[in-house]
């Protein structure tokens, strides 16, 4: 079994930066796919990002392509989302999350998830 624990959000204005990490155990990490996932109030949730286990393999949502870059240390069991220029749309509870065979973007294939952490960008 996999546990995932999310740290670093929180309160933010406009054009800040915040650094989400994820760590998790329970499975060689390096075996593990990990993506980022969102949920705005209201809304479904949605894919952010995702890195292969090698970390060599990454992909984003359009929305933030160029301003939340994934990273992964497998050394520390721990993948990471800088989120720079934060925007107000990007408000939303942040979910890590892990899969050992799927790297793709649809929420439902992920087997594991963690508790989620709060984002909130102010204008």
């Known amino acids: 079994q996999v546990q995932l624990v999310e740290s670093g959000g929180g309160l933010v204005q406009t054009g800040g930066s915040l650094r989400l990490s994820c760590a998790a155990s329970?499975?060689?990490?390096?075996?593990?796919?990990m993506g980022w996932f969102r949920q705005a109030p209201g809304k479904e949730r949605e894919f952010v990002a995702v890195i292969s286990g090698s970390g060599l393999r990454k992909s984003y949502a359009e929305s933030v392509k160029g301003r939340f870059p994934i990273s992964r240390d497998n050394a520390k069991n721990t993948v990471y989302l800088q989120m720079n220029s934060l925007k107000p749309e990007d408000t939303a509870v942040y979910y890590c999350?892990?899969?050992?065979?799927?790297?793709?973007?649809?929420?439902?294939?992920?087997?594991?998830w963690g508790q989620g952490i709060q984002v909130t960008v102010s204008s």
């Open positions: 999350a892990a899969s050992t065979y799927y790297s793709g973007s649809s929420a439902s294939a992920y087997d594991y």
């Open positions: 329970g499975l060689p990490f390096s075996a593990l796919i």
